[in-house]
């Protein structure tokens, strides 16, 4: 049976929510808008670095004008456009301002495929698993060490402890990698923020 080619889509980055963006995880079919508080004045050299890679595929929105939910009208807006695309692509909102819900279920039930993430692992197989990283490995074995009840709890902590192993001599992206690397070959999971080891 032939495979139907992925429909292209649309992922819109809160970055005034989440900073935490590594755009390397995902594939030729994403066109990515990240939106920019009026108040944000700097942008991590990672995420800039791994922008321009990506071309005209990525686009910068500086927001306008401060206020409560100034950031979530800019959003909307593409949102409303994409019923006049064909084909409309699938809109996916990078951000954990649950705000978001109520319209994506309004557009969600007019016809428009949409939802909410609170970070790019939940887009699940976007791009195969890296090639296993010595990176990935020297942490495995490193947090083997460790009683699991002494591992770290959250992403955040987990990240301080890579960084730590390697004398912080890896940059924040590369931290995350190592991170959805691990998310990816199903080492570890990680439900409602808490994360649990499979090794």
Same mark, same amino acid.
């Given at each position: 049976?032939?495979?139907?080619?992925? &429909? +292209?889509?649309?992922?819109?980055?809160?970055?005034?929510?989440?900073?935490?963006?590594? %755009?390397?995880? @995902? =594939?030729?079919?994403?066109?990515?808008?990240?939106?920019?508080?009026?108040?944000?004045?700097?942008?991590p050299i990672e995420l800039v670095t791994s922008a321009q890679k990506l071309g005209s595929r990525v686009e910068w929105q500086k927001v306008t004008g401060d206020g409560r939910n100034a950031l979530d009208?800019?959003?909307?807006?593409?949102?409303?456009?994409?019923?006049?695309?064909?084909? &409309? +692509?699938?809109?996916?909102?990078?951000?954990?301002?649950?705000?978001?819900?109520?319209? %994506?279920?309004? @557009? =969600?039930?007019?016809?428009?495929?949409?939802?909410?993430?609170?970070?790019?692992?939940?887009?699940?197989?976007?791009?195969?698993?890296?090639?296993?990283?010595?990176?990935?490995?020297?942490?495995?074995?490193?947090?083997?060490?460790?009683?699991?009840?002494?591992?770290?709890?959250?992403?955040?902590?987990?990240?301080?402890?890579?960084?730590?192993?390697?004398?912080?001599?890896?940059?924040?992206?590369?931290?995350?990698?190592?991170?959805?690397?691990?998310?990816?070959?199903?080492?570890?999971?990680?439900?409602?923020?808490?994360?649990?080891?499979?090794?």
């Open positions: 049976m032939k495979k139907e080619p992925d &429909r +292209p889509k649309l992922l819109l980055v809160d970055f005034e929510n989440i900073q935490q963006v590594d %755009l390397s995880r @995902l =594939n030729d079919n994403y066109r990515i808008v990240i939106f920019v508080g009026a108040s944000q004045k700097n942008v009208f800019f959003i909307a807006c593409p949102l409303g456009g994409m019923f006049e695309r064909s084909p &409309r +692509p699938e809109c996916i909102v990078l951000s954990k301002d649950k705000g978001f819900d109520p319209l %994506l279920k309004g @557009l =969600n039930a007019k016809g428009l495929k949409c939802r909410r993430i609170i970070n790019l692992q939940e887009l699940g197989a976007v791009a195969a698993a890296p090639p296993e990283d010595p990176n990935v490995r020297r942490v495995v074995e490193l947090l083997g060490k460790m009683e699991k009840r002494s591992r770290p709890r959250k992403r955040k902590t987990l990240a301080q402890a890579i960084s730590a192993m390697f004398q912080k001599k890896l940059s924040r992206q590369d931290v995350a990698r190592i991170i959805d690397s691990m998310q990816a070959r199903q080492l570890i999971t990680e439900k409602k923020g808490i994360l649990t080891y499979e090794f």
